[in-house]
């Protein structure tokens, strides 16, 4: 299955605004920082592309998930209608709301990107879109489901009280050079946590609203751990960039164990 590219557009992916933003909150915020967290903290996009047919825009909607570098995924159905927009044009746009520390949607707080879809065959990517969307396991035993990577080259993100500065497609994504030692060791670690360090991440997700109960980390990459009860997401953000597992978990040992929301 070979989708048909589409040449590169000459203007950028997402038409910059004509004026500058006001200075509204932190102006020192890394707001590159927040929209990777607001897309690893998704688990349901808006999913925009092109109708093979009219040429117009066509809006789904579509479980999500990211790799270890933030990259998105997507598992879709060959015979789903924005399949077929995506065979005929790659070009892709998805929309994900944040979620506060209670748990509950951040009004206004949303992330659009505009990219590229393709089909990859990537095992590891499966696993973590599967253990983001564990009911999808159903479809590892279907033909007409495949596994679809976005490469985002243009980002529009309205952080609640501010407008975000023009970002662009490389700062929606984690850099993983000199982490071949943790991305090699992902399942293993991710085991490890799990057993060893449970009550660990239960205190970090009901400090973020999160219910009481089994959470369990579900993947991990240098800036990171995400984790899962139920439909429930969670993340903690380490203190510093990691690249092996004993900094991962020297860096989350670093960290104080905070009390449950109404527990101060």
Known sequence: M???THSMPTPPP????PHDLPPVGDPD???GAHARRVLRLARLAA???LDAGSGYPFVSSAPIATDMSGAPLLRLNRIALHTRNLLADQRISLMVQAHGDDGAPLPGVRLTL???AAPVEDPDALRRYLARHP???VTT???SF???RVTPNGIDLLGGTRLAPELTGADLLTDLAGAEALVAAEPELLRRLNADHAATLRAHALRQGGEVGGWRAIGLDPEGIDLRFGHALARISLPRRVTDPAALLEALAMMPLPEPVGMR
């Open 2 to 4: 070979t989708p048909v």
């Open 14 to 17: 997402i038409t910059p605004r």
């Open 29 to 31: 915020a890394d707001m």
């Open 47 to 49: 999913l925009g592309t």
């Open 114 to 116: 505009t990219g590229h």
């Open 135 to 137: 009911k999808m396991m």
């Open 141 to 143: 035993t279907l033909d």
């Open 146 to 148: 495949d596994l679809w």
